[in-house]
């Protein structure tokens, strides 16, 4: 028997043909809808003694989508899961629990177990840099999809859609809710992922022309007199020039003509 059912407005007209619900059949659908509904999940695909057996979709709140067999109301055969960020996995199913299977990602990489080539060090190429080939010199691809997405402020792109630190929250690219995140993903996103803001790190970059030069020591020698420690404290700040030779630029650490006697 092959039914698709969603909502228990659904099954109350099922039941109704069926004799006005008395039967245990259709008593045993009108709990697994309602669980379903409860749930967000919801199923389209062959009964069997009012459980789901045989061949179906079944959609998870996720919207992660099965597709393939089932038996006894649990995914058992060949199922494929498919992913809202467009990946899949292939599998064979034994009462629930996935034995074997394959994942492709969303550009169509797959990923092997043995022999696993991509991004182990020696090749740092995305997937569709190998698909594609390179950018001419000077052009940069920061993602696989190219050009990248653009991220919300103060957001971070976790690779299966945007995470907000400030709620902890991971929502798909279509603005969806995913999941809440564990201490353990908070520091892994926050520590490698792509994030919405530039941020310099490490020594001062250098400028190109002088007056950025002495614009970028007049700055560091302000933020000297308010705080000697922002300087390293090797460099004793006794005088602009001492600012000057922290940017790069190559001054006499000469005192200044107020203190010339």
């Known amino acids: 028997m092959s039914l698709t059912v969603h909502t228990t407005t659904q099954?109350?007209?099922?039941?109704?043909?069926?004799?006005?619900?008395?039967?245990?059949?259709?008593?045993?659908?009108?709990?697994?809808?309602?669980?379903?509904?409860?749930?967000?999940?919801?199923?389209?695909?062959?009964?069997?003694?009012?459980?789901?057996?045989?061949?179906?979709e079944y959609t998870l709140p996720t919207h992660t989508r099965y597709i393939g067999e089932m038996k006894d109301g649990v995914f058992h055969g060949?199922?494929?899961?498919?992913?809202?960020?467009?990946?899949?996995?292939?599998?064979?199913?034994?009462?629930?629990?996935?034995?074997?299977g394959k994942y492709t990602f969303s550009d169509g990489l797959e990923y092997k177990e043995m022999d696993w080539d991509y991004c182990d060090g020696k090749d740092?190429?995305?997937?569709?840099?190998?698909?594609?080939?390179?950018?001419?010199?000077?052009?940069?691809?920061?993602?696989?999809?190219?050009?990248?997405?653009?991220?919300?402020d103060g957001c971070y792109d976790s690779g299966d859609g945007f995470y907000d630190p400030s709620t902890r929250v991971v929502k798909d690219y279509d603005g969806n809710f995913l999941r809440n995140t564990d201490d353990q993903e908070h520091e892994w996103i926050v520590r490698t992922c792509r994030k919405s803001w530039d941020e310099f790190i490490g020594c001062c970059p250098r400028s190109n022309t002088?007056?950025?030069?002495?614009?970028?020591?007049?700055?560091?020698?302000?933020?000297?007199?308010?705080?000697?420690?922002?300087?390293?404290?090797?460099?004793?700040?006794?005088?602009?020039?001492?600012?000057?030779?922290?940017?790069?630029?190559?001054?006499?650490?000469?005192?200044?003509?107020?203190?010339?006697?």
């Not at 390179?134 to 696989?144: F, I, N, R, W």
């Not at 302000?222 to 190559?250: E, K, W």
Request: with cysteine; aromatic share 6%; net charge neutral.
């Open 11 to 56: 099954l109350k007209v099922l039941v109704s043909a069926a004799g006005g619900g008395r039967t245990e059949k259709y008593h045993a659908l009108v709990s697994l809808v309602i669980n379903m509904e409860f749930m967000g999940s919801s199923y389209d695909g062959d009964y069997n003694n009012s459980r789901m057996e045989g061949t179906g």
């Open 78 to 100: 060949k199922g494929v899961l498919h992913f809202p960020n467009g990946s899949k996995y292939e599998g064979t199913w034994e009462k629930g629990i996935c034995k074997e």
């Open 210 to 261: 002088l007056e950025e030069k002495v614009s970028l020591c007049n700055h560091a020698w302000i933020n000297s007199l308010r705080d000697p420690d922002a300087l390293d404290s090797t460099q004793p700040v006794t005088s602009r020039g001492a600012s000057l030779q922290i940017i790069g630029l190559n001054v006499e650490n000469k005192p200044s003509p107020a203190t010339q006697h």
């Open 124 to 152: 740092r190429r995305f997937y569709s840099e190998r698909c594609n080939g390179l950018k001419p010199a000077g052009e940069s691809q920061v993602t696989d999809q190219d050009p990248p997405r653009a991220i919300p």
